[in-house]
């Protein structure tokens, strides 16, 4: 990678988080990096997985196969991208189809930061609630 716009390195990550290719995500990160949503959180549950991942090839891994146990038919819509520094906010609508065909529709904000041109560290936030009430609870 020798693209060090901290704002187009996380654009062109998302590009490559849907390749699913697990090789290609994980070079996206540092050796030490991290990936922590909300605890509890109902994607973590439903796939009795951890909210904290550490490690490149744990964080590829959920992003090329095993969140795909959950969701398919992933749409990614971007309402912003802002970027201070080493850091960049990422504001995002994400749809998807849950087993049984239920819709899910979700808003998120992801705070990367960055060292060099890559990702070292990933908080995730979302209405927990609300993905809850969609994964767990009837239409």
């Given at each position: 990678m020798n693209n060090t716009n901290p704002?187009?390195?996380v654009i062109n990550a998302w590009k490559t988080f849907k390749t699913r290719d697990a090789g290609l995500i994980a070079e996206l990160f540092t050796?030490?990096?991290?990936?922590i949503a909300p605890t509890g959180n109902a994607t973590a549950v439903a796939l009795k997985h951890t909210d904290h991942m550490i490690g490149p090839d744990q964080i590829a891994r959920f992003i090329a196969t095993e969140m795909h146990h959950l969701?398919?038919?992933?749409?990614?819509s971007f309402l912003g991208v802002h970027a201070d520094g080493d850091t960049v906010v990422?504001?995002?609508r994400m749809r998807a189809t849950l087993p049984g065909g239920k819709p899910y529709e979700n808003d998120y904000c992801f705070v990367f930061v960055l060292s060099g041109d890559r990702i070292?560290?990933?908080r995730e936030y979302m209405d927990t609630r609300k993905g809850w009430q969609m994964i767990?609870?009837?239409l």
């Open positions: 704002k187009e390195v050796p030490d990096a991290e990936w969701f398919s038919n992933v749409e990614i990422v504001e995002e070292k560290l990933v767990f609870e009837p």
